[in-house]
């Protein structure tokens, strides 16, 4: 590279040339450009440097006093560089690959011998270019967008990620502190993994902070009242009037949440229903001409069971049979997405197989498995390719739709009848949840809401609403998610007209919605099920 580099800036003296313009004059060309300005100008420009940044905080070694191009100490792989062995808990060998440079040619996943098996390839992925610093680069990246820090930005995380893997951080790896603090604002909207040019995903990145974190230092409280919410929430239901008389006695509830390190300002769960208990109760064998399964979620299924009664009705007038994925005697199959926020990797695999085993059969009838919430059927088509479940991980995740895009399908092969109505309302206002931004998934919700005669459909163009699953609730982050929710979605909501409808499809958007605008937003079943003829 040296001998290439003297070269060209030889050509381009003799050729009277400029080595570099207004761009670029930074390590790399530094030491090429001095001849053009001449000692005189490069004396001037040392003495401003000097005057204006006497501590030289500013771009040190650009320009002025820049080191040679090559000095290994600036190289993100410099001499000894490589990954610190460790285990991920999910499965990275997909980027434990080598690529033969001439053919391009490609070794099967895990064949590169890479100690981290995969996980700092993918964190290396992240090139620098600073993309994730634009504030209209898509849902990327919400808590750099509060912030302005480095540190709470993908690149800084990747960076941090990066450092640690390969040992440059201490000991303690990903379960440091310094890796702690730089994803502890990231809301794992997976705004990168669609809007980095380079995908990004750290979201799933956090998974693995998160898990080693939980291994070394335990799992709290907290983490544990969040992720063992689908356990408890079945019994939970039994106790909503108490759980709702305790939320009426400030003082107690207070200390309650304090008990559990949640913000005072969030309500607790109000488990109102079971939908999946009845549903099931009801399911046959007989086979239908039409037939799909409803993954109803935790959230879904106990705080919010209209929707999916709502999604029931909405199937069933199109003429569909609708199983439900709870067998009668057992606990409602779950997407173990609860686990994976506290990094409990092997109690979401427990959860993910267990869904395996018992939706498979449908999946091989041709059945789709179809959810209303977006971070839990979505984890069917994403997280649960890295668990190491192999080719039926991969069908059934093929055979997952959310409920629109079901729908949307369904109507281009021209098998979905649905009669709909002009509702009283006339216009709605929409909020992409950030995975269904991240997996393209928005629009078949506009979709469908457009076949609601006379109804006009406003984007609100939206990064995260800040809830994202607990991350509102807990109490050392409520206020940076609600100036999440004031960067563009709650003034949004606020400017409605008192008769348009608001459709947010994640309970968490939903709930930010009427903490922070009281206003109603509604899951787009139930806006379908109103305009049902
Ligand atoms: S956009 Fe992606 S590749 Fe670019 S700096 Fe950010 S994380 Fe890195
Ligand atoms: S997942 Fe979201 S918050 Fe986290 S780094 Fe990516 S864009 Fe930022």
Redesign the pocket.
């Not at 604002?185 to 993994?193: A, N, P, Q, R």
């Given at each position: 590279m040296r001998a290439i580099a003297e070269e060209a800036s030889a050509l381009v003296r003799e050729y009277k040339g400029a080595f570099s313009g207004e761009h670029g004059d930074g390590i790399c060309r530094g030491e090429w450009v001095a001849w053009q300005f001449g000692p005189q100008l490069n004396a001037a420009f040392k003495e401003i440097k000097q005057l204006f940044d006497p501590e030289n905080l500013l771009n040190p070694g650009k320009i002025v006093d820049t080191p040679r191009m090559d000095d290994p100490d600036y190289f993100r792989f410099n001499k000894g560089y490589k990954g610190i062995p460790i285990a991920p808990a999910l499965d990275w060998s997909g980027w434990d690959v080598l690529r033969d440079p001439l053919t391009g040619e490609q070794s099967g996943p895990g064949s590169a011998g890479d100690p981290t098996s995969g996980l700092i390839k993918a964190v290396e992925m992240c090139n620098n270019n600073g993309h994730?610093r634009k504030f209209d680069a898509g849902?990327?990246?919400?808590?750099?967008r509060i912030t302005r820090e480095e540190q709470h930005?993908?690149r800084g995380?990747a960076n941090t990620l990066r450092l640690a893997l390969s040992g440059q951080l201490g000991s303690d790896g990903l379960a440091g502190n310094d890796v702690k603090e730089a994803?502890d604002?990231?809301?794992?909207?997976?705004?990168?993994?669609r809007?980095?040019p380079t995908g990004?995903d750290?979201?799933k990145m956090?998974i693995e902070a998160r898990s080693a974190w939980s291994k070394k230092h335990g799992i709290s409280l907290r983490d544990r009242f969040v992720a063992e919410m689908p356990r408890y929430a079945a019994y939970a239901r039994h106790f909503s009037s108490v759980i709702a008389a305790v939320e009426r006695v400030p003082f107690l509830s207070d200390w309650i949440k304090r008990t559990l390190g949640l913000a005072e300002q969030r309500a607790l769960p109000n488990f109102c229903g079971n939908y999946l208990a009845g549903a099931a109760a009801k399911q046959g064998n007989a086979v239908y001409e039409k037939e799909v399964l409803l993954f109803v979620d935790t959230f879904n299924n106990y705080l919010e069971p209209s929707n999916a009664e709502a999604a029931q009705r909405v199937l069933t007038a199109a003429g569909y049979h609708v199983h439900v994925n709870k067998a009668p005697s057992e606990r409602p199959l779950c997407c173990g997405r609860t686990y994976l926020a506290s990094g409990q990797v092997d109690k979401a695999k427990a959860e993910a197989k267990r869904t395996l085993e018992y939706l498979m059969p449908f999946v091989e009838r041709g059945i789709s498995i179809v959810g209303l919430e977006p971070s839990c059927l979505l984890t069917l088509r994403d997280e649960f390719l890295q668990y190491g479940y192999g080719e039926q991980a991969v069908a059934l995740s093929r055979a997952s739709f959310l409920f629109e895009e079901f729908l949307v399908k369904e109507h281009d092969a021209g098998r979905l009848k649905l009669d709909l109505k002009a509702l009283e309302t006339s216009r709605v206002l929409l909020h992409g949840h950030?995975h269904q931004k991240a997996f393209d998934a928005l629009r078949p919700v506009e979709q469908v809401l457009r076949w609601i005669p006379g109804l006009e459909v406003k984007n609100i163009e939206t990064s995260?609403c800040g809830m994202a699953g607990s991350f509102g609730y807990e109490r050392e982050h409520y206020e940076a998610s609600m100036q999440m929710a004031e960067l563009s979605l709650l003034p949004a909501v606020r400017k409605a007209e008192a008769d348009d409808l608001v459709v947010a499809d994640g309970t968490s958007c939903r709930h930010q919605i009427h903490d922070g605008a009281n206003k109603t937003a509604l899951h787009v079943a139930k806006v379908l099920e109103s305009a049902l003829a």
């Open positions: 994730c849902t990327m990246c919400p808590s750099f930005l993908t995380r994803l604002l990231c809301v794992s909207c997976k705004g990168c993994k809007d980095c990004v750290m979201a956090k950030c995260c």
